[in-house]
């Protein structure tokens, strides 16, 4: 086990061996737009790098030693290079900032994974919605429904035409492709495209949380299951009342822990000595996902479904907590 000081919590980072984790090389860097880089990063040896498919995400280990997720956007049959896009946050903590000042072709950079929660699942009908840098997770997503001959559509905001990144690779799709920079006209007209369900149409958005939060209220008419969103940051949920302490048994381990009101069900296991993967420490990224045996959580997760929370089966351990006075979980 490995354990890493996380920058940007004051907390740990628990590593496990099962997943991939390496130096790869910045084999290409671009400007997507002035403040978004394009980053090509290669393998060093001969050996392929994992497979991944559309909605994916690594970790990247930046030159200051913070941790962000970037979604791939690259060619998913391309095993020898992985392409990010980074938006430079200038009210960020210094990460993005350090990776457009600092990052070079040739430099080394620390990558874990991939890991996807954001799965392009089959369907003949696609609309996509994105806001600035959420275009990346999409750019893939929109090369598979194009090769698979559904129909669909892409609505792409941002603030102005010129901070919008990709465009010209998105102008190869013709008027399937909607740019809507907001200095031109507004914010996004999602009125015209989400007021009415459309029959075998899956929505996916990614994007600010005004965007994301916007799209979830024209969509609540939709079926069950149609809208798939990416947040990058966790969703605010409204909770009454104080934390109370429940049990945690780590089936696999033969270890009950028990987790205080002022503590997490990640920090207690990790407490306990049992190795954990995590990252952002905020229920976005995924990582620290863990099947749960017996109990009901209380999901506090950005990543999860409704449904996928609704059935139980998987939760997000550094946020999500009990409903109940046990939870039984497969560590």
């Known amino acids: 086990m490995t354990t890493l000081p996380h920058p940007l919590h004051d907390t740990t980072v628990t590593l496990v061996g099962h997943e991939f984790e390496a130096d790869l090389v910045v084999d290409r860097r671009t400007m997507a737009t002035d403040d978004v880089v394009a980053l090509q990063l290669r393998a060093t040896g001969p050996e392929a790098l994992p497979e991944w498919s559309p909605g994916a995400h690594i970790d990247l280990v930046g030159p200051t030693g913070i941790t962000r997720q970037y979604s791939l956007c690259g060619d998913p049959s391309d095993r020898h290079t992985w392409r990010i896009a980074v938006l430079r946050e ?14 070079r072709e040739g430099d080394p950079v620390r990558v874990r994974g991939p890991r996807n929660h954001f799965h392009l699942a089959a369907s003949p009908r696609y609309l996509f919605i994105a806001g600035g840098v959420g275009i990346t997770p999409l750019l893939p997503m929109i090369a598979q429904a194009e090769a698979s001959g559904a129909d669909w559509r892409l609505v792409y905001g941002g603030r102005t035409r ?9 102008a190869a799709y013709g008027d399937r492709v909607l740019l809507q920079p907001q200095d031109e006209v507004g914010l996004l007209h999602l009125d015209g495209f989400l007021t009415t369900p459309q029959p075998e149409t899956l929505v996916y958005s990614c994007g600010p949380e005004a965007l994301l939060t916007a799209v979830e209220q024209r969509c609540s008419g939709w079926p069950s299951g149609a809208l798939r969103l990416e947040r990058f940051a966790p969703e605010v949920i409204e909770r009454s009342g104080e934390e109370r302490a429940f049990e945690v048994v ?82």
Request: hydrophobic content about 35%.
């Open 162 to 170: 010129t901070s919008m990144a990709f465009r010209d690779e998105l």
């Open 250 to 331: 780590l089936e696999r381990h033969g270890v009950t822990v028990t987790v205080p009101p002022d503590r997490s069900i990640l920090e207690a296991v990790v407490e306990a000595g049992v190795n954990v993967l995590s990252s952002c420490q905020e229920g976005t990224c995924g990582t620290c996902e863990t099947a749960v045996l017996e109990g009901t959580p209380e999901h506090r997760d950005s990543v999860l479904t409704p449904e996928e929370q609704a059935a139980n089966e998987f939760m997000m351990i550094c946020v999500s907590r009990c409903r109940g006075e046990r939870l039984v979980l497969d560590l």
């Open 90 to 103: 200038e009210a960020g903590r210094g990460g993005s900032a350090a990776i457009h000042e600092t990052l």
